[in-house]
């Protein structure tokens, strides 16, 4: 058995009016891994995730999912795959309980199969109460949950997660999630493309940054986390901070008791409470002002 739920090879795409989308994709997502797919608007996440499920033609290179080449075994590949779309795409008119056995039926579970895993998962995603309503019905947070368990009813070992929480309240947010990597943990692998990098650094455990087409970043989480860059800081501070020689590095007054700090990412919180101290100035807050993953994606994205 493959360690690799996903290994994409040289992958070029370029669209019938000439866009050139993909330019030569190279990504392995390890089995077991909930991996972080991230890029700008435009970088070509859908284009990747849309050939995956072979809703979209390769131009050229290789894909394959668990050992098994997507185009020569699209029919395994897809029942494989579990896919939550961006945009929903659930018939309006008829109860969601009966959309989980028509697409289960699709998947080749019986009605009996069906609802039993229909159960087991709104249950877990809290809308097992709405089984009887239609989609018109639900919210939006609501929706999306019923997509994520409409992905999951034929036990697919790969889910890809086109931004799932895009729209979705804080809360809810966090409940879902728990409920990734409870199905993480259960061994379902996971791809996430997401706008909040929170999210991503929360969640996962490798990731890969696209741009224009082209991967400019493929590395573990930690090692991101970990890197040697600078950091910003807003220092909220009891007095005013008059000598802005406190620090070598970079100060920014914002107001007369607070300012911006850019320090060494190997400096301390205490070193800077300290430092603030010594010039008779009070600490009252310390905040960080973008984590790394954001500061290494502004980074690696503004070109
Ligand atoms: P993302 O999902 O990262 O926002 P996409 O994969 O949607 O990026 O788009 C990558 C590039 O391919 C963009 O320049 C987009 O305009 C173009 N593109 C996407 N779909 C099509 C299509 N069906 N036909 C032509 N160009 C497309």
Same mark, same amino acid.
């Not at 309006?92 to 087991?120: C, D, H, R, W």
């Not at 901070?241 to 060494?264: A, G, P």
């Given at each position: 058995?493959?360690?690799?739920? /996903?290994?994409?090879?040289? @992958?070029?795409?370029?669209?019938?009016?000439?866009?050139?989308?993909?330019?030569?994709?190279? @990504?392995?997502?390890?089995?077991?891994?909930?991996?972080?797919?991230?890029?700008?608007?435009?970088?070509?996440?859908?284009?990747?995730?849309?050939?995956?499920?072979? &809703?979209?033609?390769?131009? $050229?290179?290789?894909?394959?999912?668990?050992?098994?080449?997507?185009?020569? %075994?699209?029919?395994?590949?897809?029942?494989?795959?579990?896919?939550?779309?961006?945009? *929903?795409?659930?018939?309006?008119?008829?109860?969601?309980?009966?959309?989980?056995?028509?697409?289960?039926?699709?998947?080749? /579970? $019986?009605?009996?199969?069906?609802? $039993?895993?229909?159960?087991? @998962?709104?249950?877990? /995603?809290?809308?097992? %109460?709405?089984?009887?309503?239609?989609?018109?019905?639900?919210?939006?947070?609501?929706?999306?949950?019923?997509?994520?368990?409409?992905?999951?009813? %034929?036990?697919?070992?790969? &889910?890809?997660?086109?931004?799932?929480?895009?729209?979705?309240?804080?809360?809810?947010? /966090?409940?879902?999630?728990?409920?990734?990597?409870?199905?993480?943990?259960?061994?379902?692998?996971?791809?996430?493309?997401?706008? *909040?990098?929170?999210?991503?650094?929360? @969640?996962?455990?490798?990731?890969?940054?696209?741009?224009?087409?082209?991967?400019?970043?493929? #590395?573990?989480?930690?090692?991101?986390?970990?890197? #040697?860059?600078? %950091? =910003?800081?807003?220092?909220?501070?009891?007095?005013?901070?008059?000598?802005?020689?406190?620090?070598?590095?970079?100060?920014?007054?914002?107001?007369?008791? #607070?300012?911006?700090? =850019?320090?060494?990412?190997?400096?301390?919180?205490?070193?800077?409470?300290?430092?603030?101290?010594? $010039?008779?100035?009070?600490?009252?807050?310390?905040?960080?002002?973008?984590?790394?993953?954001?500061?290494?994606?502004?980074?690696?994205?503004?070109?």
């Amino acid at each position: 058995m493959t360690k690799y739920a /996903l290994e994409i090879k040289h @992958l070029n795409k370029t669209y019938r009016n000439g866009v050139i989308a993909l330019k030569d994709i190279n @990504l392995s997502v390890e089995d077991g891994d909930i991996f972080a797919f991230l890029g700008p608007n435009g970088a070509g996440k859908s284009t990747v995730i849309g050939i995956i499920t072979t &809703l979209v033609n390769i131009t $050229s290179g290789e894909v394959k999912v668990y050992g098994k080449d997507i185009m020569q %075994h699209p029919e395994i590949t897809k029942q494989m795959i579990g896919v939550v779309p961006q945009e *929903y795409n659930l018939n309006q008119f008829i109860p969601i309980i009966e959309t989980m056995v028509n697409i289960g039926g699709y998947f080749g /579970l $019986s009605k009996k199969q069906a609802l $039993s895993k229909t159960q087991e @998962l709104f249950e877990d /995603l809290g809308i097992w %109460h709405k089984r009887e309503s239609t989609p018109r019905e639900l919210s939006g947070g609501m929706k999306r949950r019923l997509m994520i368990a409409r992905a999951l009813i %034929h036990n697919p070992k790969l &889910l890809i997660l086109d931004e799932p929480t895009a729209g979705v309240d804080t809360e809810l947010r /966090l409940t879902m999630w728990d409920f990734f990597k409870k199905i993480n943990n259960d061994g379902v692998t996971i791809i996430l493309t997401t706008h *909040y990098l929170e999210e991503a650094e929360r @969640l996962c455990k490798n990731l890969s940054i696209i741009h224009h087409g082209e991967v400019v970043q493929n #590395s573990p989480m930690v090692d991101i986390m970990s890197s #040697s860059r600078k %950091h =910003t800081y807003i220092v909220r501070t009891d007095s005013k901070i008059t000598d802005k020689n406190i620090f070598e590095e970079n100060i920014n007054i914002i107001d007369d008791k #607070s300012c911006e700090l =850019t320090v060494d990412n190997k400096t301390s919180i205490t070193e800077i409470i300290t430092k603030f101290n010594q $010039s008779n100035i009070n600490v009252i807050d310390i905040l960080s002002k973008r984590n790394k993953l954001e500061e290494l994606f502004i980074e690696l994205t503004q070109k």
